[in-house]
């Protein structure tokens, strides 16, 4: 499992770490999210833990779908969203964060 932040409200002329630009406009569209937290991966059906796939804090993600396992993001006090993510509902993994351009 991932605990991921929802990247929804973006400075323009955002771009990552390896130089892929991220317009604003395109963002609610990706599903987009920071890594915040990392499990030690899926317990398979003969009990065996499957490793995640390369993941750090603080890498960007893309997720396929926009809820994440739960039916609803969670709402902190400060506004952040919070989701849970399976690795297997990761489209894409950008390493490093976003920086401004």
Not at 6 to 25: A, C, N
Not at 41 to 70: C, F, Q, T, V
Not at 82 to 101: H, T, Y
Request: proline residues 8%; charged residues 30%; without cysteine.
């Amino acid at each position: 499992m991932v605990l991921v932040e929802r990247l929804q409200k973006l400075k323009s002329g955002t771009e990552t770490s390896s130089g892929l630009f991220v317009p604003e406009e395109d963002l609610p569209k990706l599903h987009v999210g920071k890594v915040l937290s990392v499990g030690p991966g899926r317990e398979e059906e003969n009990g065996l833990i499957a490793p995640m796939p390369n993941i750090k804090i603080g890498d960007i993600i893309i997720a396929k779908n926009p809820w994440g396992i739960g039916p609803k993001d969670e709402e902190t006090a400060d506004g952040k969203k919070l989701s849970f993510m399976r690795s297997q509902d990761i489209a894409a993994v950008i390493p490093g964060g976003m920086k401004e351009k």
